[in-house]
Every structure is written in C-alpha cells, then in structure tokens.
T-cell receptor
Framework: AQKVTQAQTEISVVEKEDVTLDCVYE???????LFWYKQPPSGELVFLIR??????QNEISGRYSWNFQKSTSSFNFTITASQVVDSAVYFC?????????????FGQGTRLTINP | KAGVTQTPRYLIKTRGQQVTLSCSPI?????VSWYQQTPGQGLQFLFE???????NKGNFPGRFSGRQFSNSRSEMNVSTLELGDSALYLC???????????????FGPGTRLTVL
C-alpha cells in the first residue's frame, strides 16, 4: 500500500535560517506523482509543487527548492532564508491510482514555526 | 478563474443530526474529491466523483455519502453525526478524469464541522 512518512512533526527555527522538511514515500506503482502543500492557519491547502516519477530534476522556485531522489524514495523540501510568513503546516502527498480515481495519500504533516 | 468554494465554512451540529456540505469546483474541472482532516488521523480520503459517478471511496462508514451534479458541484452528507466526525472537511477539484495528476488537485478552504 502507498504510504507517506514525514518524520518531523514540528520544526522551529529562527528567521533567515534554512530549513529542510523530509518526506519519504512507499509505492509499488512505477508511475506516480508527489506533491507538497502548505496549510496556513486559515486551513486551506495551498499547492506548492507537483513532481512525476519520471522527472528527477530538482526544482527551485524562489526561496523554495525540492530534491527528488527515487533511489531513496524521498522528496525533500528546503526553504532558504526562512521568513515568518513561511510558518504553516506542510504536507507531502503521493498521487495514487485507484480504480481510475484521483486520490492523494498524505503524510502526517510537519508544523514549521519561524521565529522572528 | 475563481477557486474551489465550499459552503458553509463553519458548522455546529449535535450528535445524531445529519449535515450536508457543498463544494463548487474550479470552472471546467470535472473531478471532485473529499478529504477529512482531524488531529488524530490527519488527512484522509473520503471519496472522489467524476461526471456524477463515484469512482472510489475511502475507509469510512456508510454514514458518509456524497453525490455530484451535472455542473460538477458536489455535496457530501454525514448522517447520524458522532463526536468523532468533528473535523475539517476539504474538497479538491481537478480537471482530469483518468489517473492523471499532471494538472494537480486544488483545494478549497474547507468546512469546519463541530459536533457537540
């Protein structure tokens, strides 16, 4: 069965520090998608990035970067020069094919607190 | 384009009552998924609809049901509410029907249900 593990329950850093959120996944599918979402206190899940299993290129978007390594089944997320506005719960998710339906399997989330 | 909308945003019910939540997907999106988020269980898949058909359902009791209308709007219903049904219910929409996450899933702000 598909599974996503975010071992870090909570992380607290001081503003401007770099921080990496870990994500390890399990799947038997050869084609799958990985996602990161941000959930601020308002509750809405904000889409950050999507990666398919055939694209192992790392991606950088401003202060955000993602490292996808199939060899270790990991999809880690790094925030460089963190800011207070980055404080939120971050979820890693795996896109699972199930009877043709779109279904995301989420990790338990990492609560990130950036202190001024 | 307007995002995913969910109504109501907040709801308070008592045990034994039933509740109906509504989700309007992004215009043109035909797939609507529902997720339940609780502190203990995290984010869990409830069901997914495409073209008015439920294609998959998560591991939830039959008290949880849903439907999708011809305009892709979706409703979910929970009958005989229990205290444990208190949660944030999130709806996600996607344009694709088949297993194709290339366009991602986009979430609404959620409905926070409190059962007293």
């Amino acid at each position: 069965a598909q599974k996503v593990t975010q071992a870090q329950t909570e992380i607290s850093v001081v503003e401007k520090e770099d921080v990496t959120l870990d994500c390890v996944y399990e799947t038997r599918d050869t084609t799958y998608y990985l996602f990161w979402y941000k959930q601020p206190p308002s509750g809405e899940l904000v889409f950050l990035i999507r990666r398919n299993s055939f694209d192992e290129q790392n991606e950088i978007s401003g202060r955000y970067s993602w490292n996808f390594q199939k060899s270790t089944s990991s999809f880690n997320f790094t925030i460089t020069a963190s800011q207070v506005v980055d404080s939120a719960v971050y979820f890693c998710a795996l896109g699972e094919a199930s009877q043709g339906a779109q279904k995301l399997v989420f990790g338990q989330g990492t609560r990130l607190t950036i202190n001024p | 384009k307007a995002g995913v909308t969910q109504t109501p945003r907040y709801l308070i019910k008592t045990r034994g009552q039933q509740v109906t939540l509504s989700c309007s997907p992004i215009s043109g999106h035909r797939s609507v998924s529902w997720y339940q988020q609780t502190p203990g269980q995290g984010l869990q898949f409830l069901f997914e609809y495409f073209s008015e058909t439920q294609r998959n359902k998560g591991n939830f009791p039959g008290r949880f049901s849903g439907r999708q209308f011809s305009n892709s709007r979706s409703e979910m219903n929970v009958s005989t509410l229990e205290l444990g049904d208190s949660a944030l219910y999130l709806c996600a929409s996607s344009p694709q029907g088949a297993y194709d996450f290339s366009s991602g899933q986009f979430f609404g702000p959620g409905t926070r249900l409190t059962v007293l």
